[in-house]
């Protein structure tokens, strides 16, 4: 499969613990981004990577969020203390840099913090 | 900020009915619109896109959808239902020329056979 792929599919997790989830790009795509989809919503933008760049990050994405892609590759978003607020799908897209906004998403991370 | 609406959350359709999902956004500049889908159990997918040119574009599996620019609308059609076309189809939008897509709710669509 040359799609998406976000690792893992699942994680439950206590209160204050921290997380990291894991996006592999499709790869020759250069621009990566990270949504969070709660139970009724549509996904909301947290933030988004040209390369190793992260050129903007949404007001929704707290002190406690922090997302890397070191070598333009794959990419990481970790979660430090978590809340209950922050159980969520976290969905990973990735896009060339043509013009041409088709996202191609992943399966998404289901977080469940207790 | 940009906003966009789907007000239809819920919707059951008999197969070969008609289909219409509405979608408004709320921003007055240059806009870029899409549809995607997600099926049960699988992500996200584009479904259709406008950028510029025919504001009557088509899609895959015998979708369109309608620029409006007056009416700030891009509403989905289909002329006749098919039972796989039950998932939830999100419409969105990129503003001013950035790079991130802001969505709407999500309609939920069920196609009963």
């Known amino acids: 499969d040359t799609g998406v792929s976000q690792d893992p599919r699942h994680k439950i997790t206590k209160r204050g613990q921290n997380v990291t989830f894991r996006c592999d790009p499709i790869?020759?795509?250069?621009?990566l981004y990270w949504y969070r989809q709660t139970l009724g919503q549509g996904p909301e933008f947290l933030t988004y990577?040209?390369?190793?760049?992260?050129?903007?990050k949404s007001r929704l994405l707290s002190d406690r969020f922090s997302a890397e892609r070191p070598k333009g590759s794959f990419s990481t978003l970790e979660i430090q203390r978590t809340e209950q607020g922050d159980s969520a799908m976290y969905l990973c897209?990735?896009?060339?840099?043509?013009?041409?906004?088709?996202?191609?998403f992943g399966s998404g991370t289901q977080l469940s913090v207790l | 900020a940009q906003s966009v609406s789907q007000h239809n959350h819920h919707v059951i359709l008999s197969e070969a009915a008609s289909l219409e999902l509405g979608c408004n956004y709320s921003?007055?500049?240059?806009?870029?619109l899409f549809w995607y889908v997600q099926y049960p159990g699988q992500h996200l997918q584009l479904l259709l896109k406008?950028?510029?040119?025919?504001?009557l574009v088509k899609g895959i599996k015998g979708f369109e959808a309608e620029f409006i620019k007056s009416k700030f609308s891009f509403n989905l059609r289909k002329p006749s239902v098919q039972w796989s076309d039950t998932a939830e189809y999100f419409c969105?939008?990129?503003?001013?020329?950035?790079?991130?897509?802001?969505f709407g709710t999500g309609t939920q669509l069920k196609v009963e056979l």
């Open positions: 990577f040209q390369n190793e760049a992260q050129l903007e």
């Open positions: 969105a939008v990129i503003t001013g020329g950035g790079n991130k897509l802001t």
């Open positions: 921003y007055g500049g240059t806009v870029n």
């Open positions: 406008y950028f510029s040119g025919d504001p």
């Open positions: 790869s020759e795509h250069n621009r």
């Open positions: 897209a990735s896009s060339d840099v043509q013009g041409n906004e088709k996202l191609f």
